[in-house]
């Protein structure tokens, strides 16, 4: 587990949010935005990178960059994970999903590569992997390829603690101008995080997009 710091309640401006809203029956809100993934589709058509890793790495660098993506509902209070990491949804074989875990790693190319020895460790498992799932630094992805949705809600436990945030996108298509885009939906939990904090999270993720433009094809 990566290390967490204890937030200290006395002094944290979001204290009257925060428990405000941890007594909601639905604490979580839902931001759902198009984003231009044209950059992300033609490097992964110049190179060896896939669509799925590499979508995931840039979401999972933009949640890390994003301060309130990182806190977490402890029984003490709040803390603030060091580092975020995924825990995402693969397909099986037999057309079902399962569930994987992976560290987020700062070289995508090196990401891409471990990613895959991750997801087969569960792919085809006749349970669902589930036995890491409450670690604090993980936030849940997923993607739905075949849909271009405009909205998509989850399913919650019911754990008063659960705070990690839900990061899921539907169908990459083109668009008349000629480029990709695809709707990115971001699920916090309002005690930890507000509109502007979702806001920044999208600021933080479109520049990353944008930046892979001139990412190498190749591993250096």
């Not at 739905?144 to 809600?153: G, Y």
């Not at 990061?167 to 298509?173: P, Q, R, T």
């Not at 904090?197 to 990412?215: I, M």
Request: proline share 8%.
């Amino acid at each position: 587990m990566n290390p967490v710091e204890r937030i200290d309640l006395n002094t944290w401006k979001r204290r009257p949010h925060y428990e405000f809203f941890l007594g909601f029956e639905k604490p979580f809100f839902d931001v759902a935005a198009r984003i231009d993934v044209s950059p992300l589709v033609e490097l992964t058509r110049r190179s060896e990178l896939r669509l799925f890793p590499t979508l995931l790495h840039t979401v999972c660098l933009a949640a890390n960059d994003t301060d309130a993506l990182r806190l977490r509902l402890i029984p003490e209070g709040v803390a603030r994970v060091s580092r975020i990491a995924p825990s995402f949804t693969v397909m099986s074989d037999q057309g079902t999903f399962n569930y994987a875990t992976a560290p987020l790693l700062d070289d995508l190319h090196q990401f891409n590569r471990t990613l895959q020895t991750h997801a087969d460790r569960t792919r085809n498992l006749p349970e669902l992997f589930l036995s890491d799932d409450d670690r604090l630094e993980l936030i849940y992805v997923t993607s739905m390829p075949w849909l271009d949705f405009q909205s998509i809600s989850h399913p919650f436990p019911g754990d008063r603690l659960d705070s990690a945030p839900r990061i899921a996108w539907g169908k990459v298509v083109p668009t008349p101008a000629g480029g990709f885009e695809a709707t990115l939906q971001l699920t916090s939990h309002h005690a930890l995080a507000d509109g502007r904090d979702a806001a920044e999270f999208f600021e933080h993720l479109n520049r990353r997009l944008r930046a892979l433009a001139s990412l190498p094809h190749s591993p250096a």
